[in-house]
């Protein structure tokens, strides 16, 4: 059995081509050829159907990677340890998968996993499919027993309706003349016990960033007015 690679994601099953794997395992740090087409999110959540294709919060992905015979025994339970050594999860914010190494199970029943590097070999998208370079001797749709994968495909976007965002993220300057962390967090402080729902939590700030940018776009005149007052100053 292998471990699902995300907890929380949701998880469509898509139709697909099948595609070429390696050619070398795509543990980081590996290097033997790859010799078994993983599947990634466990065949045993899709009885029947497609298993190749993903879509995880409405990306689509591949769903199979290339291992050697070792790594992939390490994804398994039951493998040369008896039990999960590895597991391959997926990155949300980066949009990639990694490779992890298993600690076990937390006292809270959660799954403990260390990530160790991104995988090698990425799954492809129905875009990098679609952008791959046409050759003289691969003029039309091609496959093999193994990998199947079809040369040249009609554009398919790697998004299936809009993607559910839960996080929203900002680069702030962290130098001696700016810790814009800092800045940010008294600011939100601040204003906090002025906007309903407003507190420290992740949620909280995202009411009071609402509110605040609320009331600077209703006067924006105003706001742009003060905004140049200041740089002048």
């Known amino acids: 059995m292998t471990l699902r690679a995300a907890d929380t994601a949701s998880i469509r099953w898509m139709e697909g081509p099948a595609y070429k794997v390696g050619p070398k395992c795509s543990r980081p740090g590996c290097g033997k050829f790859a010799s078994q087409g993983h599947h990634i999110f466990p065949r045993s959540m899709k009885r029947g159907g497609p298993q190749d294709w993903v879509a995880i919060d409405g990306y689509v992905t591949g769903n199979v990677t290339g291992l050697c015979f070792d790594d992939h025994e390490k994804c398994h339970s039951g493998g040369k340890g008896g039990g999960h050594a590895a597991a391959i999860r997926w990155d949300d914010e980066l949009r990639e998968f990694w490779w992890c190494l298993y600690g076990g199970m937390n006292p809270n029943g959660s799954h403990n996993y260390t990530p160790a590097a991104p995988l090698v070999y990425q799954p492809p998208t129905p875009d990098s499919l679609t952008n791959e370079p046409a050759?003289?001797?691969?003029?039309?749709?091609?496959?093999?027993?193994?990998?199947?994968?079809?040369?040249?495909?009609?554009?398919?976007?790697?998004?299936?309706?809009?993607?559910?965002?839960?996080?929203?993220?900002?680069?702030v300057p962290d130098d001696e003349l700016e810790r814009g962390a800092d800045v940010l967090d008294d600011l939100i402080a601040n204003l906090a016990p002025l906007v309903p729902n407003g507190d420290g939590s992740a949620t909280g700030r995202y009411y009071v960033l609402v509110q605040a940018l609320a009331f600077s776009l209703i006067s924006a005149e105003e706001f742009a007015a003060n905004v140049a007052g200041s740089n002048a100053a």
């Open 135 to 171: 050759t003289p001797d691969t003029p039309g749709p091609e496959s093999c027993p193994f990998c199947g994968q079809a040369r040249r495909r009609r554009s398919t976007p790697s998004r299936v309706g809009r993607r559910q965002r839960k996080s929203w993220s900002v680069l």
